[in-house]
């Protein structure tokens, strides 16, 4: 994360909007301006902080500002703590991460109400392999999705790694959960197999410094 930052690029980058307010307003004090930090920290590199030490002095003044609580209770945020396992889980749940992709299970599960459709052995397989192969195949296919867009040439170069990382297979908004659908298993789906998006590698010591000298 680099530490210095233009009033604009501030603006545009650390600005809370009306769904990270809504967020943050059942918080107070250090805990209200330490979610809006990690948060926005994750919007912008795809990763959380690994201690304060990380957030930039101007950003940290900046969010204070907005979620009108003093700078200096950043230091008194629980970096280390269950407070911000808490948060961060949150905030995963909230841009549909990896907990919210797991979150789908209830509603995809193949029985009433979230319960295993009878008692016998064979009904509470059956219930437990549906929503497994469901999800199996919506990962496939968000997963097609999600190279065939950045792969696209007015989209190739707009992306950065930090973008590339954040990009996930694990949303189902799109999902139609009700009525009835046919299976037809003589059809197939038609994706551009040939296209391979530019899959960024694991950050490195390098691209930090890099980041701290822009």
């Not at 604009?8 to 930090?37: H, I, P, Q, Y």
């Not at 990380?54 to 500002?65: I, L, N, R």
């Not at 990009?167 to 298993?185: A, C, H, I, K």
């Not at 059809?187 to 490195?204: F, N």
Request: glycine letters at 6%; aromatic letters at 8%.
């Amino acid at each position: 994360m680099r530490q210095d930052w233009e009033p604009e690029d501030l603006t545009g980058v650390w600005t809370l909007l009306e769904d990270d307010m809504k967020k943050v307003r059942n918080k107070s004090g250090a805990t209200r301006l330490g979610f809006a930090l990690l948060l926005k920290f994750f919007e912008v590199e795809a990763r959380f902080p690994k201690s304060a030490k990380e957030m930039p002095a101007a950003a940290v003044e900046y969010v204070a500002q907005q979620v009108k609580v003093g700078a200096a209770a950043c230091a008194d945020y629980d970096w280390q703590g269950d407070r911000i396992k808490r948060h961060r889980k949150e905030i995963h749940e909230g841009l549909q991460v990896v907990e919210n992709g797991n979150s789908a299970n209830k509603d995809l599960f193949y029985g009433k109400d979230g319960d295993p459709a009878g008692a016998d052995k064979e009904s509470q397989e059956v219930s437990m392999l549906a929503p497994h192969l469901l999800q199996s195949a919506l990962v496939h296919v968000d997963t097609l999705l999600t190279q065939e867009v950045p792969a696209d040439a007015k989209w190739a170069d707009k992306p950065t790694d930090a973008d590339r990382r954040a990009l996930s297979p694990l949303f189902w908004t799109q999902v139609n959960r009700y009525g009835r659908f046919e299976l037809d298993m003589n059809s197939r789906l038609d994706p551009d197999l040939s296209i391979r998006a530019t899959v960024p590698g694991p950050r490195t010591t390098q691209d930090e410094a890099a980041g701290v000298s822009a």
